[in-house]
């Protein structure tokens, strides 16, 4: 009997010391308020300081044992990029950065949500001010961005023929991370040329193939994709002349959901009797609008990429050859006197034989 009042004791003390928490809209009763107190810091490509970029963050409380959101709070950076958000609750979570000519990409800032108060103290979120977290931003005017340039491309369109053809407009390149992208596979836009219902045009349809993507046809050389305005489909109709006649034509594409966006610039040649297309290729794959090319600012961080995927492999292969060291290492240290000479001749003629590989990722 005594031992059952003694467990059931504990159990209510460690519901006393340990209760459950709030964790970003769960309802768990028992959470208590703390002071909030972040430090961030916001940055563009080149590790500038965005200066005045407005930040939005949603505070979570806890209220009669509910956890209730807050009024977005909204801070601005100062001169160095640096901000600081203040309050009461449980959790932080940063909504977005807005600054004028950046632009904000989720997936290069995957770490926005901050716990300050956990049953476990360890979990706890501590800010330090002397190490801001860092959000990245992409700035769009005014800078080059890393573009993968296709060689140009040659198309001659029967319109009798309603031939189409397949574009990728990503191919293969290294990301920010030394990561090496392989995305030659994929189909992003079908060309095809046909007659217009009374035959006197022809008909230049650009189809984009991926969902949440789409096509803006332009007369303009901008250097910065469009917000909006895409369309899954777009027909560029061109007069049949005479004997020939010239056009030039700018294609604005968002493709793959939005994560890539392209400018193709269209040089037209049109006869009577067909149609050709030069096409050249820019393609920001990194989910930015930003489509200025800059030869010299290429080659600096095509290099700069390759050094960082260069740097990465060694690691890797340091690390395979520590790791092959360790576990053909002879254990010797732990056997006695008598054993020890046993075992290393054991090991002399096993002949351990290793068969690296020709790459490592």
């Known amino acids: 009997m005594l031992e059952k009042k003694t467990i059931f004791s504990i159990v209510i003390l460690f519901g006393i010391l340990y209760p459950p928490v709030t964790c970003m809209g769960v309802q768990q009763t028992g959470a208590t308020n703390v002071d909030i107190v972040f430090y961030g810091k916001v940055v563009d490509q080149y590790y500038r300081p965005v200066v005045g970029a407005q930040i939005r963050a949603d505070i979570f409380r806890s ?39 950046y632009e ?31 959000f990245r931003m992409q700035k769009l005017k005014g800078e080059p961005a890393y573009l993968i340039r296709q060689l140009s491309l040659e198309r001659n369109f029967l319109p009798m023929e309603k031939r189409a053809y397949n574009l990728n407009l990503g191919g293969n390149w290294i990301d920010d991370k030394g990561q090496f992208q392989n995305n030659s596979g994929h189909v992003d836009l079908k060309i095809r040329c046909g007659l ?13 193939m991926d969902s949440n993507s789409g096509i803006v046809v332009s007369d303009k050389l901008l250097q910065e994709a469009p917000l909006d ?8 109709e061109i007069d049949i002349p005479a004997r ?21 610039e269209l040089d037209l040649t049109v006869r009577p009797s067909n149609l050709l297309v030069y096409i050249d290729i820019w393609t920001n794959p990194e989910h930015s609008r930003n489509l200025k090319y800059d030869k010299e600012f290429q080659k600096y961080v095509k290099m700069e990429r390759y050094e960082v995927r260069e740097r990465k492999y060694q ?36 002949g351990y034989y290793y068969n690296a590989p020709s790459q490592v990722e």
């Not at 050859?321 to 290393?344: C, D, E, I, W």
Request: no cysteine; glycine share 6%.
């Open 63 to 101: 209220q009669a044992g509910k956890d209730k959101k807050t009024p977005q709070k909204i801070v601005k950076t100062d001169k160095k990029g640096l901000f600081r958000i203040t309050d009461k609750g449980l959790s932080l979570y940063l909504d977005g950065i807005q600054a004028e000519g």
């Open 104 to 134: 904000f990409i989720f997936r290069k800032n995957p770490d926005r949500s901050f716990e300050f108060f956990s049953a476990y103290r360890r979990a706890s979120f501590v800010s330090d001010r002397a190490a801001p977290i860092i």
């Open 196 to 208: 217009s219902k009374d035959e006197d045009k022809m008909e230049l349809t650009i189809i984009s």
């Open 229 to 236: 305005g895409y369309e899954p489909e777009s027909v560029i």
């Open 244 to 264: 020939y006649k010239e056009l030039k034509k700018y294609v604005y594409v968002k493709a793959r959901g939005g994560m890539m966006y392209s400018r193709l």
């Open 315 to 350: 690691e890797n292969l340091r690390a395979m050859k520590l790791k092959r060291q360790f576990k053909y290492m002879p254990r010797t240290v732990f056997l006695g006197n008598s054993q020890h000479a046993s075992a290393k001749s054991k090991q002399k003629s096993s």
